[in-house]
């Protein structure tokens, strides 16, 4: 996947397989989209890749309302939960996009970026499969980098906002963690863009 073959035409990531979520409204009429927002994420947590009985991803099932509660005894933990992403990378780089970037997907919870509150009036949500504790792989950084890239041109002010979950929910939220290296996705954007 690279930058040049990545586009987005009407909220829509040319490159992602789209599976539509339930979990999502309008964003409040006249907002900007001005901020990406990296959370990771994990079922169960630091298990990678589980599917449920129908072969459904558990991360795509909990977004789609469609995670079995009885699965596994962390699921009872978060059960009811309704929450979305606008997009999920795997840790393979497969890209899925639950909610268009025009509307206001449910990822960020309560939030405040520079002392705005309500993240997901104004923000992307980008979920990479992974945990805290264990570092991300190198095609979920090439193809985070390369979206990223797709995003600034499409939503500019974005430009100078890109943060953590933690960042906007601190004390609430850890992720995308310590192993997350930000110097070298904020390099991988700038070489992109040189293409």
């Not at 072969?55 to 309704?82: C, M, P, R």
């Not at 509307?103 to 805290?132: F, M, Q, T, V």
Request: net charge negative; charged share 20%.
């Amino acid at each position: 996947m690279s930058a040049s073959v990545i586009n987005i035409e009407a909220g829509r990531l040319s490159s992602a397989t789209w599976l539509a979520s339930p979990n999502f409204n309008e964003r409040p009429k006249g907002m900007s989209i001005d901020t990406i927002v990296i959370h990771n994420i994990s079922l169960p947590p630091d298990d990678f890749g589980g599917l449920d009985s129908n072969g459904l991803h558990y991360v795509k099932a909990l977004f789609t309302n469609q995670l079995d509660w009885n699965a596994h005894s962390y699921f009872k933990t978060i059960e009811g939960a309704e929450v979305s992403a606008h997009l999920l990378i795997e840790r393979n780089g497969a890209v899925t996009q639950f909610v268009s970037f025009d509307k206001r997907a449910w990822h960020a919870g309560k939030s405040s970026y520079l002392g705005r509150p309500e993240c997901n009036d104004y923000s992307i949500g980008i979920e990479l499969e992974g945990s805290d504790f264990q570092a991300f792989t190198d095609e979920q950084y090439t193809v985070l980098a390369d979206i990223i890239a797709a995003i600034y041109h499409a939503y500019p002010k974005t430009r100078r906002h890109l943060t953590g979950h933690s960042d906007i929910a601190p004390g609430r939220k850890t992720d995308p963690g310590e192993y997350f290296d930000w110097v070298r996705l904020r390099e991988t954007i700038n070489q992109n863009s040189k293409r």
